[in-house]
């Protein structure tokens, strides 16, 4: 996998591209089944503000797989939305 980045250290923004392939599954273990695999890609953005003591970063990620079929909490197309919060001391 190869994964390509930019990262604006003035507004603490960053995106990443990644790109690939996997030979096996990605994800949860499932015996004999086409689970996803094979060439991939994905997307991730993220974004830090800070509120008094509190740095806030929300991040989106996205990433598709493009052979197998979608099982279960494998699937080809998978979004993945967090926060981290983190406090100054």
């Not at 960053?14 to 994800?27: A, D, N």
């Not at 991040?59 to 406090?87: A, C, K, P």
């Amino acid at each position: 996998v190869f994964t390509l980045g930019w990262f604006d250290a003035k507004n603490a923004r960053m995106v990443k591209f990644h790109t690939g392939e996997t030979s096996t599954m990605l994800g949860s273990y499932v015996p004999n089944s086409n689970a996803p695999h094979g060439k991939l890609w994905g997307l991730t953005a993220n974004q830090r503000f800070e509120w008094d003591k509190l740095m806030i970063t929300p991040e989106l990620t996205y990433t598709h797989l493009e052979q197998g079929q979608s099982i279960g909490y494998n699937r080809n197309d998978n979004w993945r939305v967090g926060v981290n919060l983190s406090r100054y001391f």
